[in-house]
Every structure is written in C-alpha cells, then in structure tokens.
C-alpha cells in the first residue's frame, strides 16, 4: 500500500462505516486514478478539495434521505425538523418584531413621540440600516415560507442573510467586551442552530416537503396573536406596576422565555402523544426537540446571576433556574424516547475485492 492510498482511506474514515465497506475500494481507486501517479518520495497528500468532499458526502450520508438505512434517515429527519421548528419560530418572532417597528404612536401605550424620528436624519446611511434592520425579520418569514412550499434551495439564502443580519445588530463594533459578548453568542446559537440545520439536513438527497400555503402562513398569524398578547400584557405592566408579581412572569417575556416555554409545550406534547399513541413511534421528533433544547438552555443560562441583592431580582433568577431544569428534565426524556426507537445502524458487509 502506498503512502497516498494510506493517507486517501485515512481520509475516507469520515465516512459510515457501513457506505465505505460498500464504496471505500471504488472511491480510493478514483483518488488514485487522479493524483497523476505521484510516489512516497514526494510525501503526497489528500488535497484539500478532495477532503471537503468527503467530509459533505459524509454529512449528507449521515443525515440521510430517501434511499438511505433507517438510522440514518432517522437523523436526517430529526435535523430537518430543527430547521422547520427553528425557522417557524424566528418567522413567528419577526412578526413581533416587524410589528413593534411599524407600531403607530399611542398603541399599546407606546410613546406619543414619533419614535421613528430616532432612526436617524433622512437620506443618511444610519437610518438606512436602521430601517434594514427593522425590516430584517421578512427575511425569516421568507425562508420558512420557502421552505414548507418545497423549495429549500430558496429558503437558504434569506436564512443565512437573515443570521449576517442578526450578527450585524448583536455585534455592531466586533467582540470588544467579551463580557457581555459572550452572553449574545450563548443567546445567538437559537438563531445559528436552525440555519445549519437548513444547510446541513435540506442536501441533494433530502425528500421535499410541500406543504399547503396556510402552513406557510402559519407563523404570521401565531406571530400576530403573540404581538397582541405581549401587547396586552406591556400594557397591564406599566399600568400596575407591581413588580412582586411580573418578576414571575417577565423571564417568560424575552424570546429566551418564549422559546422555553413553546419547547416545554411541544415536549410535553410529544411525550403525552408517546404514551397515549404507541403505534407509529419515530425518534426524528423527539430528536428534534433534544436538539433545539440545548441552545435554549444555553440562551437561558446566560441570563442567569447569583448575584441578586433585591427580592426582585432573585425571583427572576429562580424562575430561570426553574426553566433550566424543566429543559433538561424535557431533554433527557426525549433522548430517552429517541433512543428507544431508533433504529440500528446498518450492518457493515464487506465489499468483494
């Protein structure tokens, strides 16, 4: 064995071990085939393309779609349903955020002032950007309708300009406090998780998903109805101002809190669905849901402190500890229902020489 056919099956390693029993002597032959004859004395070496390649081939085999083993296609649906969930939930978010940009003076107690006079002078840069970003949630609401219409390729686009957008507001000057910086990382994986997920699980040979064009609607009308309710509930805030009892309910507000608690109501969805519904058990849902739980809970810890002097501020802290431990009891019980039905790997047979 030469040194380059050494180094190719290192490389090829990236691979099942069950697709390179089938495919590994083929695929070294071509490698070989297309070095141009090199020798040991010249150290030869995988090039980089050639690595890439393998390691996408490996991602899109490994999250697997239609055609491949159970498990595998298992996993595929598992991360496509993160992207479909995430992407729901951004797109039902930017609704909140698109109406608070719009939102006319006086409504639901907002300032009587015209504040879009703080986007800056008119026809300068500043307020440009200032009006990209508050534009900036169609771009999710975009991608998620794309995406269940049964066009990904179209959907990856407006999600990943959506997420540089996102970056370009939570770090407008770089990382120059990592203090607070690394606080908007944890809280910026909520809105980095779906979008790989997008790019990773929707490849080549993912099945296309079309759904109706009222799915696609979907999180605009959840996205209003969250609006009014948050609405409603700003109001009676300032209203009564009675901060022993919103401490309970404020860390619910943010979208941290939203997303916990639209997890914690999906999960214990699914579980009640596992036990009351045997038949038809698959472990890409409950995947999914371990998935999304962990930027959550990460988003969530962020904004945890033991510091808190005043009662107010404890109490926060102890509703976030109290959400942080219903997501990881969440969590570990959906990887519990995942692994009890997911399905074995494939088995490995040898390919003939």
């Known amino acids: 064995m030469s040194l380059l056919e050494d180094r190719y099956r290192y490389v090829l390693r990236l691979l099942p071990a069950s697709y390179r029993a089938e495919r590994e002597e083929e695929m070294v032959c071509a490698f070989l085939e297309g070095s141009g004859g090199l020798s ?21 085999v490994r999250l697997g779609g239609a055609g491949a083993s159970p498990r595998f296609f298992a996993w595929g649906e598992a991360v496509r349903l993160v992207a479909v969930l995430g992407l729901f939930f951004h797109a039902m978010m930017s609704c909140v955020w698109l109406g608070d940009f719009l939102r006319p003076p006086g409504v639901f107690g907002s300032p009587s002032v015209d504040y879009r006079a703080a986007l800056g002078p008119a026809g300068s840069v500043e307020r440009l950007w200032n009006i990209v970003q508050g534009l900036g949630g169609l771009l999710w609401i975009a991608a998620f309708a794309s995406l269940v219409r049964g066009r990904p390729r179209a959907a990856k686009p407006p999600a990943l300009l959506a997420l540089a957008l996102h970056y370009g507001i939570a770090f407008p000057s770089g990382l120059a406090n990592w203090d607070y910086d690394k606080i908007v990382v944890l809280q910026s994986l909520l809105f980095v998780v ?48 009675d901060w022993r009892f919103w401490s309970w309910v404020w860390p619910w507000l943010g979208v941290s809190g939203l997303a916990c608690l639209a997890l914690l109501v999906a999960s214990a969805t699914c579980v009640w669905t596992r036990l009351r519904v045997p038949a038809g058990r698959t472990p890409s849902l409950p995947l999914a849901l371990a998935i999304l739980i962990v930027p959550v809970v990460l988003s969530c810890a962020s904004f945890l402190t033991f510091e808190a002097v005043d009662p107010i501020s404890r109490t926060m802290a102890a509703v976030t500890v109290g959400q942080l431990v219903a997501l990881l009891l969440c969590g570990l019980t959906l990887v519990v229902l995942a692994a009890r039905t997911m399905p074995a790997l494939p088995r490995v047979t040898p390919s003939s020489p």
């Open 40 to 60: 040991d004395a010249d150290n030869p070496r995988p090039r980089w393309s050639e690595i890439a390649s393998v390691a996408a081939l490996s991602l899109r």
């Open 194 to 241: 779906p979008v790989l997920a997008l790019v990773a699980g929707f490849h080549r040979d993912a099945p296309r998903m079309r759904r109706s064009p009222w799915v696609a609607a979907a999180p605009v009308g959840a996205g209003v109805l969250l609006y009014v309710i948050l609405g409603v509930l700003g109001s009676t805030m300032r209203a009564t101002l």
